[in-house]
């Protein structure tokens, strides 16, 4: 400033002021801004805090026995959790292997061969499978896919893998199958959304170079779209796993809701929202109602871990853009 | 050469048809299901019957009455807690989110966003219900508003970035404060996808509300707040 | 009702300044009886404006445990408290039963017509695991007009707490030692096989959509929906169908074998009676034996007692089974002894 003494600046102090947001208006907008910010973080610290103090009697008590042991008998008092840990992870795994291929293939059919005019309609038309309840689901699942299963599906699937562990045993209708499809279906339109969103986000230039080269348009999107947007889809579907692990009521309905651990798929079992949504009201003694919520502190600690790793992914191709929690 | 040039367009069709196919499958599995709804619903008994509770003599309209507007006091509630926390830490977000702090909030968000209904269910019991000693529509309202927040933040985010440049531009140089220009311009411009993104919220934790009749709201939602403010 | 008459004065007299001001009442508790609850609720306010009752089906567990911490006015519950919950807090606690639910065995054998008969035994051994064909020779032997098939048996019982399951629970331990030992009885417990749904509904549900299924749900639930369900052989060995009347029977049977200064916190499964059907229960109220604010005792005393009398007119037709009448005296003499500053609260201002 001192060294151009031409001629005296008209005093802009106010208006340079008001650029660089200095003045009091602007810090008490950012100062509520930020506290309502912080909301969130604080929210997420409640929320564990108040999880681990209402499930510390059952921690104290079971320790880290409650993860691997599988008696639940509240008259006894004795909790063990595996046979839950395990329902909740196998059913969802058994989604995804079903609903993985299904929603990939659309996203891709979507982004990549669709004809321009159906490709709305047919994406509105799969996420509208997001907005049907979850009591829906599980009904529709009772009336409609359990007969299905067991006339159609059982029968065939045991007399070709019925020698693996996986098909043992009487199938009764609400089973891990039925669990795992009822939540393949849901977490399908989850999955082909976000995959879409992280399929439009890859570059053109991609496309063209593959096909420029000469490429197939299979082999433009095996090649160079797919490889492109990878962590975004790994992303999609780890966030597909999120949904299905924290999915309440269809799969009560469906999964059999009993204690136990087996390979089989034809068997019932159980999942952890699944008992905190049975029991929790009903919980009689202290220890009940604790190991409930220590049930739910599992349930989420495993499922913020999957969240965290799928946005991770996702912010790997689409950085700091909201791709995907829009499809939420 | 040529039988290679062959193959490679075998597998184009190939895949081209079996994403096709997929495709098929996904929206097939939408239209059975809206299918048997329609056709079920219409007919059966039995669908009413595990849906809703059998209807005693004595109970009348009285009951659905006081449902409607216990649900309604509920969902209210919730928008008025969660709507300004969540477009405000959206706005935040939006315009000074690209720090650590921001980093953090946004990446909460995202992770609450995928917490399950059912522990925002238990949390609210314990954390509202427990202390205050009765089940109350306060709880399932903070309950459904932690439900909501999350999304809300990101979704204004997104809706505010979309506002052009230019135009906030084109505000601070005729002098506008800063926050001026964000409330002022910004946020009106993007306040019809914010209101979207808010209905949407609200959508989404209506079905939310479900679960909160299994675990903490159950009877607050049945028959109105215990305090008697819903009648 | 005269020789009550000097205490109902001196007790309305005590009451008469605050009677003027709106007295709300706030219970929690059992969700099998909300419906009959609900039904008096709405009546009883008809008649008596100056009290507003709100009564919240949050399950037995949380109504024992908000009765326990004074946070409601009165309680519900489908299973008593046990020792030490009501030794937590200072034995201030009355059960009172309200009515009586039945429990029933239903089941899913599309080509059986006419109803099923069981033997406790047989009952037991099926939820044991132990008997797994419908075709096993104990089940055939006491059903000699019925064809049953070689299917296997499928059990279907309550994922979610429930007093139905503490009833059904507490049947079966009594007439297996068996069952006794390995699962006893409570509103959830280990069950040794079996598929869980989520409340009568979801129980029947699954036994509907399961062939060879066996659950057991609620009497009036099971009446209402037209499920088909099995007669018991009771204790004085006659096979029994469940009806209204024949559990209200298992109330009087069990009465015999209770002093009349019980605290109603006893079992009547399985009980004495040739018209008794074995798998009954009564439902309680649960009722502080002192109050702090004598308005509100009053108040609740003379609902309860009004829910004892004209109440029990709408039982049946709710599907709920109504209390013996001889029960009514050993009910009254409980209620007077609720007190409130050192006061009894009985009134007979509720005529």
Known sequence: ?328 | MNARRVRRRVVNGMMTGLVGVLSFLAVLALVLILGNLVVKGGSSLDWNFFVKNPVPAGESGGGVANAIVGTGIIVGLACLIGLPVGIGAGLYLAEFGSGRLGWIVRFVADVLNGTPSIVVGIFAWTWLVKPMGHFSALAGSVALAILMVPMLARTTEEMVRLVPHSLREAALALGYPRWRTSLRIVARTALAGIVTSSLVGVARIAGGLVLLLAVAARSAIRQGPPHGAAR | MAKYSIVALTAALALAAPASAQVKLNGAGATFPNIIYQDWIINYNRAHATVQLNYQSIGSGGGIRQFSERTVDFGASDAPMTDSAIAAIQSNVLHIPTVLGGVVATYNLAEVQGALRFTPDVLADIFLGKITKWSDARITSVNPGLKLPAEDIVVVHRADGSGTSFIFTDYLSKVSPEWASKVSKGTSVNWPVGLGGKGNEGVTATVKQTPGAIGYVELGYAQINKLPFAAVQNKAGKFITPTLESVTEAAAGAMKAMDPGTDFRVSITNPNGDKAYPIASFTWFLLHKQYDDAAKAGELVKFVWWAETDGQGRAPGLGYAPLPKQLRPWIEARLKTITADGKSVWTTAAR
């Open chain 1, 1 to 328: 400033m001192t060294a151009l003494p031409i001629e005296p600046v008209p005093a802009p102090e106010p208006r340079w002021r008001a650029l660089r947001g200095v003045n009091a208006g602007d810090r008490i907008y950012r100062g509520t801004l930020t506290v309502l910010a912080v909301t969130l973080p604080l929210l997420l610290l409640a929320l564990v805090g108040e999880l681990v103090a209402s499930a510390w009697p059952a921690i104290r008590r079971f320790g880290p026995h409650f993860l691997w042991t599988s008696v639940w008998d509240p008259v006894a008092g004795v909790f063990g959790a595996a046979p839950m840990i395990f329902g909740t992870i196998a059913s969802s795994l058994l989604a995804l292997v079903i609903a993985v291929p299904l929603s990939l293939g659309v996203a891709i059919f979507l982004t990549e061969f669709a004809p321009k005019r159906v490709r709305q309609p047919i994406a509105f038309l799969v996420e509208l499978l997001a907005a049907i309840p979850s009591v829906v689901y599980g009904l529709w699942g009772v009336f409609v896919l359990i007969p299905f299963l067991r006339a159609q599906v059982v029968p065939p699937l045991r007399a070709v893998l019925g020698w693996t562990p996986f098909f043992d045993g009487v199938f009764y209708g609400n089973s891990l199958l039925a669990g795992g499809v009822i939540l393949a279906i849901m977490i399908v339109p989850y999955i082909a959304a976000v995959s879409r969103e992280v399929l439009l986000a890859v570059p053109g230039s991609q496309r063209e170079a593959a096909l420029g080269m000469g490429a197939t348009r299979w082999e433009a999107v095996w090649t160079a779209v797919v490889p492109y947007g990878r962590a975004g889809l790994i992303g999609a579907i780890i966030l597909g796993l999120g949904r299905a692990l924290g999915e309440t009521m269809a799969v009560t309905m469906l999964i059999g809701n009993r204690h136990d651990i087996g390979l089989s798929v034809l068997q019932p079992a159980y999942t952890m929202a699944a008992a905190i949504a049975n029991e929790f009201s009903e919980a009689t003694t202290n220890l009940y109602l604790s190991a409930l919520f220590e049930v739910g502190l599992l349930l989420f600690v495993i499922t913020v871990v999957v969240n965290a790793l799928a946005r991770l992914l996702i912010w790997q191709v689409a950085r700091g853009t909201a791709v995907g929690s829009r499809a939420l």
